[in-house]
């Protein structure tokens, strides 16, 4: 299938070789194996096999993976399986790995939002049997940050929220970051690999009235700049929402409009309704419908993630604020974020493609573990160059599935590594 298809039935090769790593990972990971192996695998969904199944595999030789909640489901299903229960079902796809010649590995991802919990209070995990326990990474920020204390050889803790009380030594435990943003600190430590595309978009609750179903750059700009945190659109009295602070959904609207963090908190604050669970419609739903006829609500929220979450591939936070009316807004001439119905959902490559509102996706690995005298072979046949796994076609079928676009020329080349940086 090409850019942005969303098809159920396309089948990643399947190369039993790659098996024998899988088989090291637990529970949901060991399930979408034997649905390789049986001749499921690929896009097939199925009934999930196990209750007891968790969403993070320890593993003995799987490339350990970290950061951000927006990519945390695709990286699940390029590990096998999404989403993992309690789920009602669960999609199997042929494993992310790298080539033969390096002999398959691939890769454990661990969530950003752990299922039943929620970036405020993620909790702890080991990533390598035998390893440590230690704070979860949940977000873009505190994957860079885990993976540069790996790198460093520093303690690893998370800022708030943590389940250790110390910093905990993670050297060896953290392999790669996935990243929804480029760096913000200068260096040269890490380096941002691109593999996709995403955007930022607004849901929006209007009631049904259909007032807020396209919206401009300047309205948005003046609601998030107001002190009351309410603006007037289309006759209706409109309440700023923000989600969590520092979530990439949150920084990338307030870069996209020219807000200012600070201002933006002001609105939020005023209107009510900020620090709401990123990628969540029904969190913000659980506010917008309790708003009066003639009052209407607005987030953030990344377009992939409404995406897989509409089309049944990842953790489904907004199947409430669907059903509810809840859509997200055309901002400008860009259109809808999106195209298609639910669960068939496909990014708008248009949309995708504004240098306002779209943003490229990274997988973020150790510069030395890319090139000289310690380069990591089979990490570079994953992530590194057009050639490898990740930017090659069955795979990027399954980027586009969880409502990601590939890149075009003019957004940058998948596996490049020309940005670096420190976090």
């Not at 950061?67 to 796809?93: E, K």
């Not at 200068?186 to 007032?211: E, K, M, N, Q, W």
């Not at 049944?312 to 119905?341: E, F, M, N, Q």
Request: aromatic letters at 6%.
């Amino acid at each position: 299938m090409g850019r942005g298809s969303t098809g159920s039935t396309s089948r990643a090769p399947n190369k039993e070789p790659a098996l024998r790593n899988v088989l090291h990972l637990r529970s949901i990971r060991v399930a979408a194996v034997i649905a390789v192996v049986s001749g499921t695998a690929g896009l097939a969904s199925l009934t999930a096999l196990t209750s007891s199944a968790e969403a993070d595999p320890s593993s003995v030789s799987a490339y350990a993976g970290v950061g951000a909640d927006v990519t945390q489901d695709l990286y699940a299903g390029l590990t096998g399986a999404s989403p993992a229960p309690p789920a009602a079902t669960t999609t199997f796809f042929t494993p992310l790995h790298s080539s033969a010649a390096t002999n398959n590995k691939v890769i454990a991802s661990f969530d950003a939002s752990p299922p039943g919990g929620s970036t405020t209070n993620p909790g702890c995990i080991t990533t390598k049997l035998g390893g440590p326990s230690f704070d979860r990474p949940n977000s873009t920020t505190a994957g860079l940050a885990a993976l540069l204390a790996a790198v460093n050889g520093t303690l690893w803790q998370n800022t708030s929220a943590s389940c250790t009380g110390t910093g905990v030594n993670v050297t060896g435990q953290i392999d790669f970051a996935r990243a929804a943003r480029g760096p913000k600190t200068a260096g040269t430590t890490l380096t941002f690999v691109p593999y996709g595309r995403d955007a930022v978009s607004v849901i929006t609750f209007d009631h049904g009235t259909g007032h807020l179903a396209t919206l401009t750059t300047a309205q948005l700009t003046a609601l998030y700049s107001s002190a009351t945190g309410t603006s007037t659109i289309g006759g209706d009295t409109v309440y700023a929402c923000l989600t969590l602070a520092g979530s990439t959904p949150r920084t990338n609207l307030e870069t996209a409009i020219g807000v200012s963090d600070a201002t933006a908190n002001i609105a939020a604050n005023a209107a009510g309704c900020n620090g709401i669970q990123q990628n969540s419609g029904d969190n913000f739903y659980a506010f917008a419908s309790t708003l009066p006829a003639g009052s209407d609500a607005v987030i953030p929220i990344s377009t992939g993630s409404w995406i897989s979450q509409a089309n049944g591939v990842a953790v489904d936070r907004s199947s409430a604020a669907r059903a509810g009316g809840a859509d997200l807004a055309a901002i400008d001439a860009l259109g809808k974020p999106y195209t298609g119905t639910a669960p068939h959902e496909a990014a708008n490559t248009t949309y995708y493609q504004s240098t306002q509102y779209g943003y490229n996706l990274f997988t973020v690995l150790p510069t030395a573990k890319v090139s000289g005298f310690t380069k990591d072979s089979a990490l570079v046949s994953l992530f590194v160059g057009a050639t490898s796994a990740l930017c090659s076609t069955p795979y990027q079928t399954v980027v586009n599935q969880f409502g990601f676009d590939s890149l075009t020329p003019a957004e940058g080349t998948c596996g490049s590594t020309t940005t670096t940086g420190n976090g």
